[in-house]
């Protein structure tokens, strides 16, 4: 059940919210343990083991930390014992099956070829379990007693499948005392509807000219398109996580809790380094806690440093899927960051224009070898961005970039201004005035009209 | 263990017991016999019609390797998603090409369509106002919804409007090619068994003198009767670089017709 299906908004949120707010306030960690539940297994009706899995993963984590906390003398066997459970369950759902899938390319007499389902959002959850025991490790928070609590901290249905990455340092206070008001109650649905509408009115439109361009072939489309799909597929993932998250922090606000923001502006970043702080916040802060500070960090020397990143950026890809593409992706952003962090860093920073210019051109290259799983057609597709190493300029077709500029103009120019502070600026100058309403209004019933048609789509992170 | 965990953990085990019994109980979406792709009496009689020389059919056996020149200056194309590749990318300029994406035999009147050349025309005011030698109508993947009888009526009369309107021309009804497996097994309307029962009823039109059945469907099939997923990158569609090799099938097919 994704937050932009009729399913969820008509049927789950009004059922949810209703018993939440109306049932009496000690009930309420129940209900939403109960709603998270229900909303996972409806995600994992065709997969049950999933769900017994993941309640496995709760009910351990409560009491590996409980043993942490009890047992200081053996606390490392403990943290070992729930890292590995998470680490293996993640990458034997996550990696197996292209492990094997390539092992039996090589020796296909063997017959490996395995078929696995990865478990919706085991990604997210691994990594807030593991923040979590990692946590009640080092002492920097007390093991949770009440299974109830700990259940609603990794359930929350907002954050389960697609994040953000939610500690449960952020949420504890709220997970025993949080107030439920109006004012959050009208702040969240606000929040929500406007994160519908980035996902709905802007990321799936602009992510069908992706999918148009995958279906004519990247041979067969010229310079000009290769570029306008590109743009479409990096406002497309901006704007579909982005919007998700959105969705996200709104529910959360209207269940009392305040998840930690996910995007900030990163589209307005200089420098990679910049845009990998304002990108997926939470995840780029999971990496730095608990990989690359306890790696040491930048204080070891500029060996031991690159070494970190190195190990850093490499997870991140895999992270991010199971392919080669994803490491190709992965080494990119460290080759990147490295000479950022060593060479031109300062001097983009200080060169505002410059940085600009850099990222503007960089990220759309790095989104082609994240977003192309096959090497050779993401070779074919780089052949077509630059020319200059392959077939030339224009297509068969030869004005094929009009036809779709043409269709698809009006989004690339509202995904341009989103992508900017500007209209986040003059939203907040009439946030309490009616005509938010009028607008918020006629993107829910546009966005409604729009799933109605059919027209939505599920979310890029759902695979990850 | 205190007595809230206990009753956590009691309701937890429960509703694990429940999925664990519906897991065990429910029918994982197996790989099913393909039945539905058994060829149908009617599509095997066409079969047997294509192994000898036919007049009436023309069957996809292999692509040309050149194109056989034969002047396109008088065709027409009309069609949905599928012309509108050819259009694009199979590099048959001098022809007229009426289509559209999601073009069907219930909504081809109700449109105009931006023909190259000409303008923008309804069907009707096309036919009416410009001759052609060769007709070509690639239609039905979108009509496949639809009760198939009232949609070959509605192919009847279309076929009349044209015949009536372009007395001298010659009528090449096109076969919709496959999707994958992937689309067929989880598309309940448009999947491989009703496009070949579509295929077979639209073959019946042909009449071998002015009206000819082109029976593309295997063209780009893999070995088991499904679009091959190397030849397309939205299971239905083909990859641009195939509308050319398909475009000289068609004048290829045509040609070879005509001669005879």
């Known amino acids: 059940m994704v937050f932009s299906s009729l399913q969820f908004i008509l049927i789950f949120m009004p059922l949810l919210f209703g018993a939440y707010y109306l049932l009496p306030a000690k009930f309420r960690d129940s209900v939403l343990f109960a709603g998270s539940l229900c909303f996972y297994f409806v995600g994992t009706v065709h997969n049950p083991e999933h769900f017994i899995l993941f309640v496995i993963s709760i009910v351990l984590d409560l009491y590996i930390a409980v043993a942490i ?10 943290l070992a014992i729930g890292v590995l459970f998470h680490l293996l369950c993640l990458a034997t759902c996550k990696y197996s099956g292209f492990l094997f899938g390539e092992i039996n390319k090589i020796a296909p007499s063997l017959d490996l070829a395995l078929d696995i389902v990865l478990p919706i ?3 997210f959850y691994t990594f807030q379990g593991i923040s979590y025991i990692a946590d009640v490790y080092r002492g920097t928070i007390k093991a949770e007693k009440s299974l109830l609590k700990y259940g609603v901290y990794i359930s929350m249905f907002e954050q389960l499948i697609a994040g953000p990455i939610v500690t449960y340092r952020q ?21 929500f509807v406007f994160g519908l509408g980035l996902k709905v009115l802007l990321a799936n439109p602009l992510g069908k000219l992706w999918s148009q361009v995958g279906a004519i072939g990247y041979e067969s489309i010229s310079t000009p398109l290769a570029w306008l799909a590109i743009i479409a597929y990096t406002f497309q993932i901006y704007f579909d996580f982005f919007g998700y998250s959105l969705m996200a922090i709104g529910l959360g606000k209207m269940l009392g809790f305040k998840l930690p923001k996910n995007f900030d502006h990163p589209y307005t970043s200089k420098t990679m380094t910049e845009f990998w702080r304002r990108w997926h916040i939470t995840l780029g802060s999971w990496f730095r806690e608990y990989v690359y500070i306890p790696l040491g960090g930048n204080r070891n020397g500029t060996k031991a440093t690159v070494r970190n990143l190195f190990v850093v950026w490499l997870l991140t890809g895999i992270w991010h899927g199971a392919g080669y593409n994803f490491i ?65 300029f224009w297509s068969d077709f030869r004005y094929d970039y009009l036809k779709y500029l043409k269709d698809y103009l009006p989004f690339f120019i509202v995904g341009l201004l989103f992508s900017t502070k500007l209209p986040y600026k003059l939203l907040k100058k009439i946030e309490n005035r009616i005509i938010i309403w009028v607008l918020l209004l006629a993107v829910l019933i546009a966005s409604i009209y729009c799933m109605c048609r059919g027209l939505d789509d599920p979310f890029l992170y759902f695979r990850f | 263990m205190n007595r809230s965990n206990l009753r956590t953990l009691l309701s937890l085990f429960i509703v694990v017991g429940i999925v664990a019994i519906y897991a065990v109980l429910i ?39 050149k194109p056989v020149n034969i002047s396109m200056d008088d065709a027409l194309f009309i069609g949905d998603s599928r012309t509108v590749g050819i259009k694009e990318y199979a590099g048959i300029n001098d022809a007229d090409f009426f289509c559209t994406v999601g073009l069907s ?3 081809i009147h109700k449109n105009p369509v931006d023909v190259s050349g000409v303008g923008k025309v309804s069907f009707t005011q096309l036919i009416s106002n410009k001759k052609y030698g060769k007709i070509y109508i690639t239609l039905g993947i979108n009509d496949l919804g639809y009760d198939t009888e009232k949609t070959m009526t509605k192919y009847r009369e279309f076929i009349d409007l044209i015949k009536n309107n372009q007395p001298n021309a010659y009528i090449f009804i096109q076969s919709n090619l496959h999707v994958t497996q992937k689309r067929s097994d989880s598309d309940e309307v448009v999947n491989n068994a009703a496009i070949n029962r579509f295929n077979a009823a639209l073959s019946e039109f042909a009449d071998g003198k002015t009206i000819f059945y082109f029976d593309s469907t295997g063209l780009y099939d893999d070995a088991n009767g499904n679009l091959s997923t190397d030849k397309t990158g939205d299971d239905a569609h083909l990859y641009a670089k195939y509308y050319s090799e398909w475009g000289h099938w068609m004048i290829t097919q045509t040609a070879l017709l005509l001669n005879k």
């Open chain 2, 27 to 65: 029918d994982k979406p197996e790989e099913k016999p393909d039945t539905d792709n058994e060829p149908l009496t009617q599509l095997s009689e066409i079969t047997a019609l294509n192994t000898t020389p036919s007049t009436t059919t023309t069957t996809a056996t292999t692509i040309p390797a």
């Open chain 2, 105 to 107: 035999i219930y909504n």
């Open chain 1, 121 to 123: 959002g085991i990604s």
């Open chain 1, 171 to 191: 949420v504890r206070k709220e997970l025993y005392r949080r107030k439920l008001t109006i004012v959050k109650l009208i702040k969240g649905i606000e929040i």
């Open chain 1, 69 to 78: 906390e009890k047992f200081q003398n053996r606390k490392k066997l403990f």
């Open chain 1, 328 to 392: 190709l992706w992965g080494f990119v952003l460290f080759l990147i960051l490295v000479l950022e962090k060593f060479y031109i860093g300062k001097f983009l920073d200080s060169k505002p224009l410059a940085g600009h210019i850099y990222m503007i051109f960089l990220i759309p290259i790095t989104w082609a070898v994240f977003a192309i799983d096959d090497i050779g057609q993401l070779g074919i597709f780089f052949s077509r961005l630059f020319p200059i190493f392959g077939q030339g």
